[in-house]
């Protein structure tokens, strides 16, 4: 980790190379005049919209829907199976286990036909208090256990010993962009209803946290995180039971979950704070996480260790290295699909347009990990097996 002032604003960055684009967004965020302490980036950093992805902001007073982002409560869930991998052949893997995974879990832009049951959806909350979430109720029904597009994905793993794990990348769907998107314009309307001094170009306008549209954004920002937990346990309900299905004797232990995009009320420094973590996993003493890598690369089981600066976080993946615009026009679609091929793993490379999410357009998932040794420390690593991508 290095730290440097921006502004007046010391911000700490675990990254060797911060991209131009994220160090534009970073020289941004350090003008917001309600940063507390300081600002804190992940070694998988790279541009976002507004806030780069790896970011952690903490601020006095204030809750930003852009430093959360549109995909809220994305996140990581995990599960080991019992099985051993090499007592699984070829055959029912693809033809039992991966295509039953896919008859059952919709993916990119696709929906269940039905509505899902009730039960699998967020329990607990006053669904007519939240604007849009009771807009957007009903198709979010067809949306819970789908896996969504771009980064996301399902994987099948290894472990060390050879065993098998299950694990999924997704968030809240449609329903997550929609709440983003529409607390972000009312934040934009209030700010140049009150001449904010907040920049509109840098796209991170604010809600007090006193202020009526605030607490509507708070809660339904709580719903989605909740919702794309749903989503997530609900897609590794149904994997586990296609396994089940092949392997009628499988075991599977509880899920581990963590989420990277979201705010949340915490205490730092002897304060009480607002900690936006966009891109970011929550990393405290002891806590369980996931940090995944790139397509054909290692994920790693983490255990935090609660360091202060990163405001007891770390990074929530590889992080990319190129646009998915870039990874189109400058990968060899040969040379990304051998090296897959070479592991012997099952992937999703098809075509030019699949080398938005191949491992070339990642950063080093090892490099990554070697970059935080003072925010985790890892208790299992993860080679792939089989991957899914929406």
Aim: proline residues 4%.
């Amino acid at each position: 980790m290095y730290e440097i002032a921006l502004n007046g604003t010391p911000v700490k960055i675990w990254a060797r190379y911060v991209d131009p684009h994220a160090m534009k967004e970073i020289v941004n965020l350090s003008t917001l005049p309600f940063i507390f302490h300081h600002l804190a980036f992940m070694p998988d950093v790279h541009g976002g919209k507004g806030m780069p992805i790896g970011g952690v902001l903490a601020t006095k007073g204030v809750v930003i829907p852009n430093a959360v982002g549109v995909d809220i409560g994305c996140g990581m869930c995990a599960v080991k199976t019992s099985l051993k991998v090499e007592d699984i052949p070829q055959e029912v893997l693809r033809k039992q286990i991966l295509r039953g995974i896919r008859k059952q879990i919709p993916l990119g832009f696709d929906h269940h036909k039905e509505a899902q049951d009730e039960s699998k959806m967020p329990q607990g909350f006053d669904i007519d208090s939240l604007t849009v979430v009771k807009r957007q109720y009903e198709s979010a029904k067809k949306q819970v256990g789908t896996l969504g597009g771009g980064n996301h994905f399902i994987e099948l793993q290894k472990d060390g010993e050879g065993t098998l794990w299950v694990m999924i990348h997704s968030g809240s769907r449609n329903l997550g962009a929609q709440v983003g998107g529409f607390y972000n314009e009312k934040a934009k309307v209030m700010n140049r209803r009150w001449f904010s001094s907040v920049d509109p170009e840098i796209d991170m306008a604010f809600l007090p946290m006193q202020s009526e549209e605030a607490h509507q954004y708070w809660n339904e920002m709580n719903y989605c995180v909740e919702f794309a937990l749903c989503n997530r346990r609900l897609m590794m309900e149904r994997i586990c039971s296609v396994i089940g299905e092949a392997y009628p004797d499988a075991q599977f232990e509880p899920m581990i979950n963590i989420a990277h995009n979201y705010a949340v009320w915490e205490n730092h420094f002897d304060e009480n704070v607002i900690v936006h973590r966009k891109g970011a996993t929550r990393a405290r003493e002891g806590e369980v996480g996931i940090i995944p890598g790139s397509q054909g690369t290692r994920s790693y089981i983490v255990e935090g260790l609660g360091n202060p600066d990163s405001f007891q976080s770390c990074s929530h993946g590889a992080g990319r290295a190129m646009s998915r615009t870039e990874a189109v026009r400058n990968l060899s679609l040969e040379a990304e699909v051998s090296r897959l091929e070479e592991q012997g793993i099952v992937h999703a490379i098809r075509g030019q347009k699949d080398l938005e999410e191949a491992a070339g357009a990642y950063k080093d998932i090892d490099e990554v990990m070697a970059n935080q040794t003072d925010l985790v420390k890892i208790v299992t690593a993860l080679s792939p097996v089989a991957v899914i991508k929406g």
